[in-house]
């Protein structure tokens, strides 16, 4: 079955650089996540989209914006980076519309900022 | 105020044993979610299993079990006969409301070693 697929999996900038994550979800799920993983930390919650629309933002810095493109594949732009943006950065999807419940996460998008 | 918390930071478990990882939520909500998901060394986010407010019944999900008790406000995680392969962290979630596009929120989550 198709997963969601993140891109690319492991990145290293150099402060104050740009960096942009591509989130490609799961076939027909409408809605996308974006959550943030210091080391040792529980994800915390950045940005949603529904139907390409934002739906909910969380602490999400701004430094950091993203899309949900018609094609549904979302990106998260980072700016200006600094090293307390080294983290992994996780996509999930979900068929919200269809009632699902469970978010399904891809395999995370791990960032090191020198 | 912590939405999910987890009082275990690390668990140790022999090979073939049960082991409970516990999760407490706090929500006004009457329609909400919850989740475990598991996230072993490599990163990823892997989904276990999930329990609604409304489920009369624990759910199950081959060898783990989520023990609902929703006076006590606690949806603890038992893993039936471990196996080396189980030594992962394990995160509680939870959604508020009942459909819709919310957010799950994390709890900090339990580092779980299964020893041979």
């Known amino acids: 079955a198709a997963g969601v697929i993140q891109s690319p999996r492991h990145l290293i900038k150099e402060k104050r650089e740009t960096a942009t994550l591509k989130c490609y979800p799961i076939?027909?799920?409408?809605?996308v996540y974006w959550y943030q993983q210091g080391p040792g930390q529980d994800p915390q919650f950045l940005i949603s989209?529904?139907?390409?629309?934002?739906?909910d933002k969380g602490s999400i810095p701004d430094r950091f914006s993203a899309q949900q493109f018609s094609d549904y594949h979302s990106e998260l732009n980072m700016s200006s980076l600094e090293l307390g943006d080294s983290a992994l950065y996780f996509c999930?999807?979900?068929?919200?519309?269809?009632?699902?419940?469970?978010?399904?996460f891809g395999a995370g998008s791990r960032l090191t900022v020198l | 105020a912590q939405k999910i918390t987890q009082t275990q930071p690390g668990m140790f478990v022999q090979e073939k044993e049960a082991v409970t990882l516990d999760c407490t939520y706090d929500t006004s909500d009457q329609s909400y979610g919850l989740f475990w998901y598991k996230q072993p060394s490599s990163g990823e986010m892997i989904f276990l299993i999930y329990?609604?407010?409304?489920?009369?019944q624990n759910a199950t999900e081959g060898r783990y079990s989520l023990n609902f008790q929703k006076a006590r406000k606690s949806a603890n995680l038992v893993i039936s006969a471990s196996q080396l392969g189980d030594s992962a962290m394990y995160f509680c979630a939870m959604r508020e409301g009942y459909t819709g596009f919310q957010k799950l929120v994390f709890g900090t989550g339990t580092r779980l070693l299964v020893s041979p």
């Open positions: 329990q609604g407010s409304y489920d009369e």
């Open positions: 076939p027909r799920h409408d809605t």
């Open positions: 989209f529904y139907e390409k629309m934002q739906s």
């Open positions: 999930a999807s979900r068929l919200t519309a269809g009632g699902a419940n469970v978010l399904t």
